[in-house]
């Protein structure tokens, strides 16, 4: 990681910004592809809106499973959120039962239709992961008006150094549903595994192997 004091610094999020996080998710995938299907709206400010409710859904349900998120703050501003998942992931059936208490939120976020394609994402998602055991970076995001600040290495090398501490560990784990992402992400050393079409978007299944 770079020995510079402006290279952003990541830190654990605590649930007083889960909010916080969860707008800035919606911010940073407004235009992804994967995250349009699932809002089921053409209008922007609309999509916005039913993103923001979703990711504040999720992000209570994934504080309940004890999996961290990480963060990069500007000026006590939360700028970028990363959604990780650590080994003790549960199958898509303990995940989908988990979230019944949080079904009528969903509904108001994404309404009913938007709940059956999270239902069939979150098992599409579950069955694309990698054998060798790994870290899930399920969600990375940064605010748009933050971006091109590195705030997106700052955690993928957070998540590399994470990975080279521990034996147990065999790399990092993502998909992607943008393009662009793929070249961002193959810079730092993730190797493209395969494509996979979730809800028929094109999404590429990306792994960082441990880097010594």
Request: glycine share 6%.
């Given at each position: 990681?770079?020995?510079?004091?402006?290279?952003?610094?990541?830190?654990?999020?605590?649930?007083?910004?889960?909010?916080?996080?969860?707008?800035?998710?919606?911010?940073?995938?407004?235009?992804d592809p994967l995250l349009v299907a699932v809002a089921g709206s053409p209008?922007?400010?609309?999509?916005?809106?039913?993103?923001?409710?979703?990711?504040?859904?999720?992000?209570?349900?994934?504080?309940?499973?004890?999996?961290?998120?990480?963060?990069?703050?500007?000026?006590?501003?939360?700028?970028?959120?990363?959604?990780?998942?650590?080994?003790?992931?549960?199958?898509?059936?303990?995940?989908?039962?988990?979230?019944?208490?949080?079904?009528?939120?969903?509904?108001?976020?994404?309404?009913?239709?938007?709940?059956?394609?999270?239902?069939?994402?979150?098992?599409?998602?579950?069955r694309s992961h990698p054998p060798e055991p790994h870290i899930y970076l399920?969600?990375?995001?940064?605010?748009?008006?933050?971006?091109?600040?590195?705030?997106?290495?700052?955690?993928?090398?957070?998540?590399?150094?994470?990975?080279?501490?521990?034996?147990?560990?065999?790399?990092?784990?993502?998909?992607?549903?943008?393009?662009?992402?793929?070249?961002?992400?193959s810079r730092n050393q993730y190797k493209v595994l395969g494509e996979f079409?979730?809800?028929?978007?094109?999404?590429?299944?990306?792994?960082?192997?441990?880097?010594?």
């Amino acid at each position: 990681m770079p020995e510079n004091p402006t290279w952003p610094r990541v830190s654990v999020v605590f649930p007083e910004h889960y909010a916080d996080a969860a707008t800035v998710l919606a911010r940073a995938f407004l235009n992804d592809p994967l995250l349009v299907a699932v809002a089921g709206s053409p209008d922007p400010i609309e999509r916005l809106r039913r993103l923001d409710g979703l990711f504040n859904v999720a992000l209570r349900e994934h504080r309940n499973s004890g999996h961290p998120l990480l963060g990069v703050f500007d000026h006590g501003r939360l700028v970028c959120a990363a959604v990780v998942e650590g080994l003790d992931r549960p199958p898509a059936s303990a995940t989908i039962l988990s979230g019944l208490p949080y079904i009528p939120a969903l509904i108001r976020a994404v309404r009913f239709a938007g709940l059956i394609r999270v239902i069939k994402l979150v098992d599409a998602l579950a069955r694309s992961h990698p054998p060798e055991p790994h870290i899930y970076l399920n969600l990375l995001g940064v605010d748009p008006e933050f971006q091109g600040r590195h705030c997106g290495v700052a955690i993928l090398d957070y998540l590399r150094e994470l990975v080279i501490a521990r034996n147990d560990i065999h790399g990092v784990y993502l998909e992607t549903a943008t393009e662009s992402n793929v070249a961002f992400y193959s810079r730092n050393q993730y190797k493209v595994l395969g494509e996979f079409h979730p809800l028929g978007v094109r999404m590429w299944r990306m792994f960082q192997p441990r880097l010594e």
